[in-house]
């Protein structure tokens, strides 16, 4: 069954410093997102992506936060100054077009800020 | 604001016992609903969906669903556990239309004793 990958499973990375991280969905899905975990929390969603561009996002995905499709098989999700409260679990997940759901979902990144 | 509540955060059962996990949701209009699993180490899996139709929906590993409109609720069965369903239990909704957004529950740990 085609998966969702992510890269690296665990990121510790220092408060301040930029981080991406990367994703590669489902080759024939067309709707990407990014949703996240702190721990002990929810699941939360960051952003959502069609057509190379954001559909809809968070409240969360603020100034520090963009997504990008740089070729045509990555999604990446960049914090460009990471805080302490960015310590998280990040999801990746594809799906078809809405109305077809679900969204599959990659094995996650633990991002740790130190 | 879309909401869903999972009653039960952490659940202890036997093997063969029967399970019932609580979900309920907030949302006036026309919802998606969904239940994933997150067995340890691993990402989060599909176990079953409702778009439409017969209330109660069958899932993968013998689980099944009911979605309850007047209720707003979507309790997630099993009539007889093993211990191979440890994992945590995510109920989401998507609110349909334009948006695609998953909004998850807090999660109910589920740990089945041999």
């Known amino acids: 069954e085609p998966e969702v990958t992510q890269t690296p499973s665990h990121q510790v990375t220092q408060m301040g410093q930029e981080v991406i991280l990367r994703c590669v969905p489902i080759?024939?899905?067309?709707?990407f997102y990014w949703y996240r975990q702190i721990l002990g929390q929810k699941v939360e969603f960051l952003v959502s992506?069609?057509?190379?561009?954001?559909?809809?996002k968070s409240e969360i995905f603020d100034d520090q936060f963009s997504v990008e499709r740089p070729d045509g098989s990555n999604f990446t999700l960049k914090i460009r100054s990471t805080k302490l409260e960015d310590s998280a679990m990040y999801f990746c997940?594809?799906?078809?077009?809405?109305?077809?759901?679900?969204?599959?979902f990659g094995d996650g990144t633990r991002l740790s800020i130190l | 604001a879309q909401s869903v509540s999972q009653h039960n955060h952490h659940v202890i059962l036997s093997e063969a016992a029967s399970l019932e996990l609580g979900c309920n949701y907030s949302?006036?209009?026309?919802?998606?609903l969904f239940w994933y699993v997150q067995y340890p180490g691993q990402h989060l899996q599909l176990l079953l969906k409702?778009?439409?139709?017969?209330?109660l929906v069958k899932g993968i590993k013998g689980f099944e669903a009911e979605f309850i409109k007047s209720k707003f609720s979507f309790n997630l069965r099993k009539p007889s556990v093993q211990w191979s369903d440890t994992a945590e239990y995510f109920c989401?909704?998507?609110?349909?239309?334009?948006?695609?957004?998953?909004?998850f529950g807090t999660g109910t740990l589920l740990a089945v004793q041999p």
């Open positions: 997940a594809s799906s078809d077009p809405p109305g077809s759901q679900p969204q599959h």
């Open positions: 080759s024939n899905h067309l709707y």
């Open positions: 992506f069609y057509n190379n561009e954001i559909s809809e």
């Open positions: 949302y006036g209009g026309t919802v998606n």
């Open positions: 409702y778009f439409s139709g017969d209330p």
């Open positions: 989401a909704v998507n609110a349909g239309g334009a948006t695609n957004k998953l909004i």
